[in-house]
């Protein structure tokens, strides 16, 4: 059984599922950096990616392109950013309360909009055509090599994106003054307002960004992942990515790597799902017991920095 | 200073949020429903009046599916007293309802042992689940909220995997465990409907918590470290203690809840999936504004509404999901703390003006005897 488990984890397929799992996660993970970066809690990214799912089956099926579903999705999670940040920054609703409405929105307000605008209960499955996907890319070179062109080419655009994404936020924060901004205001707001950085504006700014980014990982869900919009598409993933955050020490690469630690388990889990001996359940709820795990293991080894900082100080 | 007319003002403010929720749900229901003056209806009225006469059975099951918020209400009310965000109540109720299912199915019990048993191994384990993310805050000062999410996935997963693989009843069509001893099902309060004495339960433990936070040291203690921790730390309170204890009650409150609901609405383990009482009780708690004798009158709004989105999906065919929508909104303007903050400028400067003018009055009074 062990023997059959290791040539599945060394199988390129492997390798391909766990890219493909991990970039909904990473997309949600870089949204929670960025406003963590910028001081705020984003505990609503799992009802943020709900909504712009829904928005990213239902525009590209309006248009019948997947372009404008991707673009509409992002669009809306910038919008549900924006009202939470509203109520949070300007009517002092406390930011982790914010969250948990617009999950609310998420979990069955969704299921209610689909209605609204097509008479469809629970799922877009029959609304689903080819063109609403987003296409995959086959990496022209790099797909003919053995094994690595399997693991690597042939995913969505959009997962290209996420990756391309980690880069780009890195650069965003540390390469721009906008980045210093955010940085500024998420470590002490105080001392950014008194060199005249606007904090409340900053905040917008990183909540909108944050937004933006989980409306990607809404469309990867819907538009790819899953070929359509059901109730259950997000399933916590919003959740693991502010772990997969807190895991990542708030970094951009951090939060890269715990995204794939986190498809790693994900991955593991589907493939064991279909062997002998192997309860499916308790499968399933392995990518969440190493997400505590690695939140443990990074809570202690900060603990240990810190002590080792203090009696270096001595 | 509170005084009458600024606590009038935070009624009104309550008011209007409710207000602006119940009007976006009658826009959505104008676009929605073919029917919108009936689904208004059956939002607002049927449940409990409906075909001109009081509908009892409804006014019922509405208390009666207020039995497991009031629960999870409490439990977040006690949890985020201390400003801990542990979000792991749907968990805990999921759990503390299947350990009782399990009592219930395979330990043969006296009559009034069994039920009590059941119920206390189910708050039994809920406390002792929320022991995890409680000592890793404390401990290690990772996020109990983000810990206590991933906890509901994997609580959820193991009871589904014993549900399944160990504990189900093959005889029947869907996943669900045997039924329960007949001595371990908690009575109905009101025969026929779904009422049971749970619901007096739920009333007690809002009693005892309320008693708890206002009325021991170590309810002092909690609210005290909500409001200021450094403050409690200093003043000598053991607040690592205090903080695992607020998450522990919120654990054992809400597996409680879980216990109850299951013995006492069906007679077999039918979840499949977080029952969702966990967010609820969250609203609920907002609602209340963490006041825990508040609570069960936050419950009894919500369950009124839910039974409202029921009956309006049932009779007026829009979908029973708006129920999340109105909850959102109701939470956010409940919990902004600025809303209509204007208004609440005025009075505030009204109230210290007149105030000022009664003391100039005194005064020249005093002046004028001298």
């Known amino acids: 059984m062990f023997e059959q488990l290791i040539n599945m984890v060394f199988s390129a397929s492997f390798g391909y599922s766990i890219i493909r799992i991990t970039s909904p996660i990473l997309f949600a993970a870089l949204a929670a950096v960025v406003a963590e970066k910028g001081g705020v809690v984003n505990i609503g990214l799992e009802g943020i990616m709900m909504i712009s799912a829904l928005f990213g089956v239902l525009f590209s099926y309006w248009t019948n392109s997947w372009i404008p579903g991707v673009i509409g999705a992002v669009v809306i999670g910038v919008l549900v950013a924006m009202i939470m940040a509203v109520f949070a920054l300007k009517l002092k609703t406390d930011i982790i309360l914010a969250g948990i409405a617009v999950n609310l929105l998420g979990g069955g307000g969704t299921a209610f909009l689909l209605y609204l605008f097509t008479g469809l209960k629970g799922n877009t499955a029959s609304m689903t055509t080819p063109n609403m996907l987003t296409p995959k890319v086959h990496i022209p070179l790099l797909k003919d090599i053995p094994v690595i062109g399997q693991i690597f080419s042939g995913h969505s655009v959009l997962t290209y994106l996420a990756f391309l994404l980690v880069f780009l936020v890195w650069i965003l ?9 955010i940085r500024a205001v998420g470590e002490n707001s105080n001392a950014a307002d008194s060199v005249g950085v606007s904090v409340l504006k ?7 960004i944050s937004g933006a980014l989980a409306g990607l990982g809404g469309a990867y869900m819907s538009m790819y992942y899953s070929q359509s919009w059901n109730i259950g598409i997000v399933a916590g993933r919003g959740f693991i990515a502010l772990a997969a955050q807190a895991m990542g020490q708030g970094e951009p690469v951090g939060a890269m790597l715990s995204s794939l630690l986190f498809g790693f388990a994900s991955a593991l889990g589907n493939k064991m799902e279909g062997m002998q001996g192997f309860s499916s359940y308790l499968v399933a709820s392995i990518p969440y017991l190493v997400t505590i795990l690695g939140l443990v293991v990074y809570a202690m080894s900060t603990k240990k920095k810190i002590k080792r900082f203090r009696e270096n100080a001595k | 200073m509170e005084n009458k007319r600024q606590s009038m003002f935070e009624f009104f403010r309550g008011f209007a949020a409710i207000a602006i929720a119940i009007l976006v749900a009658f826009i959505l229901i104008l676009i929605c429903a073919d029917d919108p003056g009936k689904a208004m209806e059956c939002l607002l009225v049927r449940p409990i009046f409906s075909n001109g006469a009081i509908n009892l059975k409804s006014i019922l099951t509405i208390f009666a599916r207020m039995t497991p918020t009031i629960f999870t209400g409490l439990a977040v009310c006690v949890m985020f007293s201390a400003n801990q965000f542990n979000l792991g109540g749907e968990g805990a109720v999921m759990l503390g309802g299947f350990v009782a299912a399990l009592i219930a199915i395979y330990i043969p ?35 109990e909220m983000v810990c206590s999410l991933m906890m509901n996935y994997v609580i959820m997963y193991v009871v589904l995997h014993f549900l399944n693989n160990v504990f189900a009843d093959r005889s029947k069509g869907a996943t669900q465990s045997y039924p329960f001893m007949s001595s371990a099902v908690i009575p109905k309060m009101i025969s026929n409907t ?9 009333i007690i433990a809002t009693v005892t918590v309320a008693f708890f936070m206002y009325r021991t040291r170590w309810g002092y203690a909690i609210r005290m470290i909500g ?10 309170m053991k607040v690592g203690g205090m903080i695992v204890l607020s998450q522990v009650i919120g654990g054992m409150l809400s597996g409680m809840g879980g216990a109850i609901e299951v013995l006492g609405r069906d007679n077999t383990f039918l979840w499949l999936n977080l029952p969702g009482y966990g967010w609820t009780g969250i609203t609920v708690a907002i609602l209340a504004k963490n006041n825990p004798i508040m609570i069960p009158f936050a419950a009894l709004f919500i369950s009124y509404l839910n039974r409202g989105c029921e009956l309006m999906s049932i009779y007026a065919g829009v979908p029973s999901e708006m129920i999340d929508i109105i909850q959102a909104v109701i939470f956010l303007f409940f919990a902004a703390e600025h809303f209509l903050a204007g208004t609440r400028q005025k009075i505030v400067v009204k109230d210290a003006k007149e105030e000022l003018q009664k003391k100039e009055v005194a005064a020249a009074g005093e002046g004028g005897n001298k």
């Open chain 1, 202 to 208: 900053t905040k917008y700014i990183a909540l909108g």
């Open chain 2, 194 to 202: 779904e009422l049971s004495w749970g619901f007096a339960i739920a």
């Open chain 2, 109 to 143: 019990l006296g009559a009034g042992v069994h039920i009590l048993v059941a119920i206390l191994a189910g708050t039994i384990i809920g406390g002792l689940v929320m022991i995890v993310p409680a000592v890793i805050k404390v401990r290690l000062k990772a996020s």
């Open chain 2, 227 to 236: 409001i200021n921790e450094s403050f409690s730390k200093y003043s000598g």
């Open chain 1, 173 to 181: 924060l540390y390469k721009t003054a906008m980045g210093l901004r």
